[in-house]
């Protein structure tokens, strides 16, 4: 009898969602981090647990085995690689999650992010009401890429061929790229703390396999908004086609071979409406062993003040689009 119940109990299902995220010291979060760390709660982890299992339905739908649960990364939590996770365990109706912030450099790194048991019944009816949500959300952000299809927001001046010269930049193994670039211009190395991901390969300041540089400008600056060439030995592969479509706020509004203009769209909560997060240009080319893409985001949602941001952020996109038109990779 005793082995059948417990066969039953390993059997059974129980339901469990992320309710906190907290020092473990329990002192605050403090700056940029209380932004990272509510960023993880706005996943609104659910998972259903069964034995060994875990099958999770929010954010996306995905499992994990709990004998092979070493990593956030395979919660598909964003930037995970700041994020050390060091144990997980199950506890009555608390499951534990830890792990240190090594986004931080504050005495307090160890973290827990905590997930409580519910009743099928608020399980499911959370279910229902974050599928209704975001039912709701595509819609809108749909009508706004109908809308933005045949109105664009965005305006492009013409494009003019700008006088030129040779630059050589080097990927980090120190293999020569050649370029073309404008002569009012020059690159350099990034010192700013920037981070972009292209598929599968991440670029960024501190990110292994990679180096960035800005353009700098003799009349203009535009800061974290300016275009910028993004280089990368990442093994990994690149497909235009498939980053074009990968995510589904993404709208393009032109391109051109390997040149690509767009917006990046989203829903404020807030509002209740969808808008326009960003806009950006790329461009992509493999040389050798390195992914080159000249890579611009101007965040419109950023913009603040007593002006129009339309006008700032077409201002911006513009310079972008133009150094992008007269920069070669040869």
């Known amino acids: 009898m005793i082995a059948s119940l417990n066969?039953?109990?390993q059997d059974s299902e129980t339901y469990w969602k992320l309710s906190t995220i907290y020092r473990e010291d329990k002192t605050p979060f403090k700056g940029l981090t209380v932004d990272a760390m509510q960023e993880m709660l706005d996943y609104n982890f659910h998972f259903i647990r069964k034995a060994d299992h875990l099958q999770?339905?929010?954010?996306a739908k995905f499992s994990v085995d709990l004998s092979g649960f070493?990593?956030?990364s395979q919660l598909q939590i964003r930037n995970h690689e700041y994020y050390k996770m060091y144990s997980q365990s199950f506890d009555g109706d608390i499951f534990k999650v830890k792990f240190e912030d090594?986004?931080?450099t504050t005495a307090s790194q160890k973290t827990v992010m905590e997930f409580t048991r519910m009743s099928k019944?608020?399980?499911e009816d959370d279910i229902n009401k974050e599928m209704a949500r975001q039912k709701a959300v595509a819609g809108k952000i749909n009508e706004l890429k109908q809308q933005l299809t045949s109105s664009p927001l965005i305006l492009l001046d013409p494009l003019e061929k700008l006088p030129q010269k040779s630059q050589v930049i080097v990927d980090d193994k120190g293999e020569k790229i050649n370029l073309l670039i404008p002569k009012d211009i020059d690159l350099k190395k990034t010192g700013q703390i920037k981070t972009e991901q292209f598929g599968a390969i991440k670029i960024g300041t501190f990110v292994k396999n990679a180096v960035v540089y800005d353009i700098r400008h003799s009349k203009k600056d535009y800061g974290l908004k300016q275009l910028a060439i993004w280089v990368s030995t990442d093994q990994a592969g690149f497909d235009l086609a498939i980053w074009k479509k990968e995510r589904p706020n993404r709208l393009i509004f032109k391109e051109n071979g390997n040149d690509v203009i767009g917006y990046e769209l989203d829903y404020d909560a807030g509002k209740q409406k969808a808008i326009i997060r960003s806009v950006f240009c790329l461009?992509?080319?493999k040389v050798g062993q390195a992914h080159v893409f000249v890579y611009a985001?101007?965040?419109r949602a950023q913009f603040g003040g007593n002006y129009d941001p339309l006008k700032?952020?077409?201002?911006i996109l513009n310079f972008n689009y133009q150094m992008l038109d007269n920069i070669t990779i040869q």
């Open 102 to 104: 090594l986004a931080t």
């Open 121 to 123: 019944a608020a399980y």
């Open 56 to 59: 999770f339905e929010l954010p």
């Open 312 to 315: 700032e952020m077409n201002e």
């Open 70 to 72: 070493k990593s956030l």
């Open 283 to 285: 461009r992509y080319k």
């Open 7 to 9: 066969c039953k109990s």
């Open 297 to 299: 985001d101007v965040y």
